[in-house]
């Protein structure tokens, strides 16, 4: 297969692949940019895999960064942008289910691409655009399937985070995972405990905001995935209703939201779960705040103090989750009340503690 009309992206990159290949290199557009030109989605990060290795790479190019030599990963910097160049390479042992013990550089295209993940991500184009398909990714993007590259308990005994990729990617592409993929993942499933919360964190948002999250989701539920993730082995009425939900949520505060509102957490549980998600104190404050007015929304007692203690932020965040609840919200309705209110801060207040204490003569409290 070729890719005809190359995406600008790509085109920009040209020149960096053809230096590489003039003295005597293979080089290649790899990973998430091809799968995703063939998808005909956005295009984000161009990724580059070369059979020259890091100082090979670092003597071609006047501006280089050493972005993971270590690990066969050099940085070209050209006009202004920077471009990912990784070693074709092997690894060796996992023992933390995560990093490999040894990286080995290698001159071969197959040998690196059979290291990778999924069939779909294994995917590699040249700079005439001719697609290198080693593992059938080609048929599995046809037939819209999640498919480990070759043996599945093994590649995610080299990393065990692969799993909530592939879970994930069942969302965002709305695809559906292949039995042996999915049993392997059911098998294995316990060594996601193995994996830094931060990296579970990235994948959970990503497949909650993705295209379909109830494929996700039914793949993170029938696995049981989500029993070794932070807080949710005992959740699985709420997985459930998840998985009924036609979610379309727009961002991680309504993630969270939607969460704790099923979970039926406190303020002080809202903020446990989050901390233990290592969530940002900011993010805390939205998802606490919204979840108030939610529970105002879902229960009509919205009045003055909860439109001014919410804001029109934490309203519009309250008011899209009720409405992937099922509860039909005016928002225009809310938004209004709140610009009707007569302060809508601190800052309004015609009054103030160093007015009080200078005019009035009102002496502060005494601790």
Same mark, same amino acid.
């Given at each position: 297969?070729?890719?005809?009309?190359?995406?600008?992206?790509?085109?920009?990159?040209?020149?960096?692949?053809?230096?590489?290949? =003039?003295?005597?290199?293979?080089?290649?557009?790899?990973?998430?940019?091809?799968?995703?030109? *063939?998808?005909? *989605?956005?295009?984000?990060?161009?990724?580059?895999?070369?059979?020259?290795?890091?100082?090979?790479?670092?003597?071609?190019?006047?501006? !280089?960064? #050493?972005?993971?030599?270590?690990?066969?990963?050099?940085?070209?910097?050209?006009?202004?942008?920077?471009?990912?160049?990784?070693?074709?390479?092997?690894?060796?042992?996992?023992? #933390?289910?995560?990093?490999?013990?040894?990286?080995?550089?290698?001159?071969?295209?197959?040998?690196?691409?059979?290291?990778? #993940?999924?069939? &779909?991500?294994?995917?590699?184009?040249?700079?005439?655009?001719?697609?290198?398909?080693?593992?059938?990714?080609?048929?599995?993007?046809?037939?819209?399937? &999640?498919?480990?590259?070759?043996?599945?308990?093994?590649?995610?005994?080299?990393?065990?985070?692969?799993?909530?990729?592939?879970?994930?990617?069942?969302?965002?592409?709305?695809?559906?995972?292949? =039995?042996?993929? +999915?049993?392997?993942?059911?098998?294995?499933?316990?060594?996601?405990?193995?994996?830094?919360?931060?990296? &579970?964190?990235?994948?959970?948002?990503?497949?909650?905001?993705?295209?379909?999250?109830?494929?996700?989701?039914?793949?993170?539920?029938?696995?049981?995935?989500?029993?070794?993730?932070?807080?949710?082995?005992?959740?699985?009425?709420?997985? /459930?209703?998840?998985?009924?939900?036609?979610?379309?949520?727009?961002?991680? =505060?309504?993630?969270?939201?939607?969460?704790?509102?099923?979970?039926?957490?406190?303020?002080?549980?809202?903020?446990?779960?989050?901390?233990?998600?290592?969530?940002?104190?900011?993010?805390?404050?939205?998802?606490?705040?919204?979840? !108030? =007015?939610?529970?105002? &929304?879902?229960?009509?007692?919205?009045?003055?103090?909860?439109?001014?203690?919410?804001?029109?932020?934490?309203?519009?965040?309250?008011?899209?989750?009720?409405?992937?609840?099922?509860?039909?919200? #005016?928002?225009?309705? *809310?938004?209004?009340?709140?610009?009707?209110?007569?302060?809508?801060?601190?800052? /309004?207040?015609?009054? /103030?503690?160093?007015?009080?204490?200078?005019? +009035?003569?009102?002496?502060?409290?005494?601790?």
């Amino acid at each position: 297969m070729q890719v005809k009309e190359l995406p600008v992206q790509f085109q920009a990159a040209l020149p960096i692949l053809e230096t590489i290949q =003039a003295a005597g290199f293979e080089a290649y557009f790899v990973g998430g940019s091809v799968r995703d030109t *063939l998808l005909g *989605l956005p295009i984000h990060d161009v990724d580059i895999a070369s059979s020259a290795y890091p100082q090979e790479i670092k003597a071609l190019f006047q501006k !280089t960064v #050493d972005t993971g030599i270590e690990h066969g990963t050099v940085m070209v910097l050209d006009h202004g942008q920077g471009y990912e160049i990784t070693t074709f390479r092997t690894e060796s042992t996992y023992q #933390d289910f995560r990093r490999p013990d040894k990286v080995e550089f290698v001159r071969s295209l197959e040998e690196d691409l059979k290291r990778r #993940d999924l069939t &779909i991500n294994a995917l590699a184009m040249d700079a005439q655009g001719q697609i290198v398909d080693l593992f059938h990714g080609l048929e599995d993007l046809d037939a819209q399937v &999640i498919r480990a590259v070759g043996d599945a308990s093994e590649r995610f005994h080299e990393d065990a985070l692969r799993m909530m990729r592939a879970v994930r990617f069942a969302s965002q592409l709305d695809f559906s995972l292949e =039995a042996e993929t +999915a049993q392997a993942i059911a098998v294995n499933a316990p060594l996601l405990e193995k994996i830094a919360v931060e990296r &579970i964190h990235v994948e959970w948002i990503k497949l909650m905001l993705g295209k379909n999250p109830a494929r996700g989701l039914a793949s993170l539920v029938a696995t049981k995935l989500y029993q070794f993730c932070p807080s949710f082995a005992k959740q699985a009425p709420v997985f /459930d209703r998840l998985t009924q939900l036609e979610l379309q949520l727009d961002d991680e =505060a309504q993630v969270w939201t939607l969460l704790a509102y099923l979970m039926d957490l406190d303020v002080k549980q809202t903020n446990m779960l989050l901390r233990q998600w290592k969530s940002s104190k900011d993010l805390m404050g939205q998802v606490v705040t919204a979840l !108030t =007015a939610l529970r105002a &929304i879902t229960q009509n007692s919205v009045d003055q103090f909860v439109l001014y203690a919410t804001g029109p932020k934490g309203l519009a965040t309250a008011s899209q989750v009720a409405v992937q609840l099922g509860f039909k919200i #005016d928002l225009k309705q *809310l938004q209004a009340s709140y610009a009707a209110l007569p302060i809508k801060s601190k800052k /309004d207040l015609a009054v /103030d503690g160093g007015i009080l204490i200078k005019e +009035a003569g009102i002496k502060p409290a005494q601790a």
